[in-house]
């Protein structure tokens, strides 16, 4: 990697270094409308990110079933392997049928080795549940994700997006048990969902455990290229899928509009305050940026340089209230 724009933390307690924003690799593929469906422009923001000083990559094998995965091993295979961090995720479904998807021994490990061979690497450095498996024992799924490191197939492992009592009761049984630790935490979270500051986040600070929030920008709501007054466009992401325009409430408007003022007094734009007001929360590792262009990653990028003020920060928080679980959704 020719530089290091963007500087680099341990995740959690650890020592695995990684950069203070991760790559999102969902947009990899071709299974929504709104992902690039191109392996060549793909390759090509991976590139730009690990010159940027990005070496932290974060997919998973039900990206586009697997296509994400194998897009992130063609980019990567000339880079140096020691200095990449690479994760994905196992639980969700890639076949039909019986053991097609969930977090049993049998699935873990068979996913694991798919996914070491679509990214063309010999180990995964964090491997993540990406959810909570009801229907498995948690002492099951941590003897196979153990399984995983003993035998050198992965790292360090993490999770993803869960209440917090199941998170507790993950850490406690790998404690009391013997087996290997969640070191990591995905959440959603950014300045309009903050939910996970009443679910997850006190339990990430007290177990010093790190956090990658995955949709930073809320689905490109908080990049302020919506308008409260006019109807999303048909070719941005709110025209096609609701997990954006659901972010259009009275309060989140509220939310942008400090956004927007602080970003026109410090010349820089909406998504770059948004990511710096995550970068502020002493709990935030990295978060986990998914630009589509070039541009977009450059952008994300320059954010790590604006340092905001306490004032700043309390005035993008102060429309929001957070609560678990989330008002009007089914956890």
């Known amino acids: 990697m020719s530089s290091d724009t963007v500087p680099h933390t341990t995740l959690g307690s650890t020592g695995l270094e990684v950069s203070e924003l991760a790559l999102g690799c969902m947009n990899f593929g071709s299974e929504a409308e709104w992902m690039i469906d191109d392996r060549e422009k793909s390759r090509e923001i991976i590139h730009r990110a690990l010159d940027l000083g990005i070496n932290f990559l974060d997919t998973a094998n039900v990206y586009s079933t697997g296509e994400s995965e194998e897009i992130v091993g063609e980019a990567i295979a000339n880079y140096r392997r020691d200095e990449l961090v690479i994760a994905t995720k196992v639980f969700g479904e890639m076949h039909d049928g019986p053991n097609g998807q969930g977090l049993s021994r049998k699935h873990i490990i068979d996913q694991a080795h798919a996914s070491l061979d ?3 690497v010999d180990y995964i450095d964090l491997y993540q549940i990406h959810r909570w498996d009801e229907n498995t024992p948690i002492e099951e799924t941590l003897s196979a994700l153990t399984h995983l490191v003993d035998e050198g197939l992965v790292r360090y492992i993490g999770a993803s997006t869960m209440a917090g009592w199941q998170f507790s009761k993950a850490l406690y049984t790998a404690d009391i048990e013997g087996y290997e630790r969640f ?11 903050r939910h996970e500051e009443a679910n997850l986040l006190p339990i990430c600070a007290e177990e010093d455990i790190g956090v990658v929030p995955w949709s930073p920008l809320a689905g490109g709501f908080l990049t302020g290229k919506y308008d409260r007054d006019n109807e999303p466009s048909g070719d941005t992401r709110a025209a096609t899928d ?31 305050i948004s990511l710096a007001w995550l970068l502020a929360q002493d709990v935030v590792t990295a978060p986990i940026i998914g630009p589509r262009r070039i541009d977009h990653l450059e952008e994300n990028v320059a954010a790590v340089d604006i340092s905001l003020t306490d004032a700043e920060v309390e005035r993008i928080a102060q429309p929001k209230f957070p609560q678990w679980p989330q008002e009007g959704k089914d956890r």
Request: proline residues 4%; charged residues 30%.
């Open 118 to 120: 679509r990214l063309g």
């Open 183 to 193: 070191v990591s935490m995905q959440p959603e979270y950014n300045a309009v969902d």
């Open 242 to 272: 609701e997990y954006t325009s659901n972010r259009f409430t009275d309060e989140n408007w509220a939310v942008l509009e400090e956004i927007r003022s602080i970003a026109d007094e410090r010349d820089a734009t909406p998504a770059q």
